[in-house]
T-cell receptor, first 113, second 111 residues
Framework: NAGVTQTPKFRVLKTGQSMTLLCAQD?????MYWYRQDPGMGLRLIHY???????AKGEVPDGYNVSRLKKQNFLLGLESAAPSQTSVYFC????????????FGPGTRLTVT | EDQVTQSPEALRLQEGESSSLNCSYT??????LFWYRQDPGKGPEFLFT???AGEEKEKERLKATLTKKESFLHITAPKPEDSATYLC????????????FGTGTRLLVSP
């Protein structure tokens, strides 16, 4: 079991460029999440999904879009990157429906110049 | 609004010197309190879930306890490999399954 994997591990973008972060899980989890982690602010939820084909906004969704076309994958897109999106991005997954423990991937460090 | 405050921000211990980390919370009905360990450059690693006041859970040198207002992570006779940032998160009953995280306690254990 690989658990939760994320690609890429690192990325540098120029302002205005776009990119997609990929998250994959092999635990057959129903729920998946995207967080960002910034110094002094803790982990903040960007978007989440409660099942294949569903997505919803979290705490800080502006500037991001997501898609969950397959149960095991959750994609995070930045259409026009801004320096304020420089952060470390974590994907997580959980069984859902009464089992609340979330399992995290290794993260993607994104720098927008 | 659900909130989590962790203290201290940073803690330096000698190997074998036991101590506790604090997680104070306010939540509209607690569904669960979670402890994670995060090593530099890595994702948070799940440690414990506590569901109700009085509950305790143990794993090696770590023991987590829960009251109605706070949780403690007790570290007994720590070793250098216990050095990490420890995160606390709560899940309340309002809205979706949204974990609210604290900013963590950075623990450094010196040999």
């Amino acid at each position: 079991n690989a658990g939760v994997t994320q690609t890429p591990k690192f990325r540098v973008l120029k302002t205005g460029q776009s990119m997609t972060l990929l998250c994959a899980q092999d635990m057959n989890h129903e729920y998946m999440y995207w967080y960002r982690q910034d110094p002094g602010m803790g982990l903040r939820l960007i978007h989440y999904s409660v099942g294949e084909g569903t997505t919803a906004k979290g705490e800080v969704p502006d500037g991001y879009n997501v898609s969950r076309l397959k149960k095991q994958n959750f994609l995070l897109g930045l259409e026009s990157a801004a320096p304020s999106q420089t952060s470390v991005y974590f994907c997580a997954s959980s069984y859902g429906q009464g089992n609340y423990e979330q399992y995290f991937g290794p993260g993607t460090r994104l720098t927008v110049t | 609004e659900d909130q989590v405050t962790q203290s201290p921000e940073a803690l330096r211990l000698q190997e074998g010197e036991s101590s506790s980390l604090n997680c104070s919370y306010t939540v509209s009905g607690l569904r669960g309190l979670f402890w994670y360990r995060q090593d530099p450059g890595k994702g948070p690693e799940f440690l414990f879930t506590l569901y109700s006041a009085g509950e305790e859970k143990e794993k090696e040198r770590l023991k987590a306890t829960l009251t109605k207002k706070e949780s403690f992570l007790h570290i007994t006779a720590p070793k250098p490999e216990d050095s990490a940032t420890y995160l606390c998160a709560v899940l309340g009953y309002t809205g979706f399954q949204k974990l609210v995280f604290g900013t963590g306690t950075r623990l450094l254990v010196s040999p």
